[in-house]
């Protein structure tokens, strides 16, 4: 258990909704990742946020938003869902700014129908 | 762009040693990290290079060398709870982006 908590664990919706995916991240951790895990791209990048403020920002869709809480946790919309969407998100998180050691969360799970 | 190799899988015996290569093509970054991830499960932190060379940590060693841009990871000793799906990954020099490659799944047989 990496203390990095994700929920829901699991979610199913129709195309074109809008989902919520939230994290909390290990207690004193700063900064919070999120990743997108599906089949053909493999783990890719979408966005870090340190102490409340956008750090890093990957190949993410503009449908897609994040941010980061006073209290540090953080949240994940996905909007105008599509099939392509399906796949585990995940949110890593860390002390610093710029860590090699991410601690993940256990995911959860998008299906798009 | 940015992108990272490695072979989609391999296969070893217990006991036996295996190594998982990665080679990057990228520049800019701070050094290759190394991820376990069971079988959907939340990926793990391994090991990281910031510099050329070897480091150990217990069974597992992974080795960067920058001129060739190529690293590795070796795996001794194996188990079968070492079957797993393994990520090499790059650091980025703007916040903690960790680029990943595709992932090898090691399937080690008694």
């Known amino acids: 258990d990496s203390g990095v908590t994700q929920t829901p664990k699991h979610l199913i919706t129709a195309t074109g909704q809008r989902v919520t995916l939230r994290c909390s991240p290990r207690?004193?951790?700063?900064?919070v990742y999120w990743y997108q895990q599906s089949l053909d791209q493999g783990l890719q990048f979408l966005i870090q946020?340190?102490?409340?403020?956008?750090?890093a920002k990957g190949n993410i869709l503009e449908r897609f938003s994040a941010q980061q809480f006073p209290d540090l946790h953080s949240e994940l919309n996905l909007s105008s869902l599509e099939l392509g969407d399906s796949a585990l998100y995940f949110c890593?998180?860390?002390?610093?700014?710029?860590?090699?050691?991410?601690?993940f969360g256990p995911g959860t799970r998008l299906t798009v129908t | 762009g940015q992108s990272l190799e490695q072979p989609s899988e391999v296969t070893a015996v217990e006991g036996a040693i295996v190594q998982i290569n990665c080679t990057y093509q990228?520049?800019?970054?701070?050094?290759l990290s190394w991820y376990q991830q069971h079988d959907g499960g939340a990926p793990t932190f391994l090991s990281y290079?910031?510099?050329?060379g070897l480091e150990e940590t217990g069974r597992f060693s992974s080795f960067l060398s920058r001129s060739d841009s190529y690293g590795y990871l070796l795996l001794q000793e194996l188990q079968m709870k070492d079957s797993a799906s393994y990520f090499c990954?790059?650091?980025?020099?703007?916040?903690?982006?960790?680029?990943f490659g595709q992932g090898t799944e090691l399937s080690v047989k008694p």
């Open positions: 890593a998180s860390s002390a610093g700014t710029g860590d090699y050691e991410q601690y």
């Open positions: 990954a790059v650091l980025y020099n703007q916040g903690g982006k960790l680029i």
């Open positions: 990228t520049s800019g970054f701070y050094g």
């Open positions: 290079n910031a510099l050329d």
């Open positions: 207690s004193g951790d700063l900064s």
């Open positions: 946020y340190y102490n409340g403020e956008e750090r």
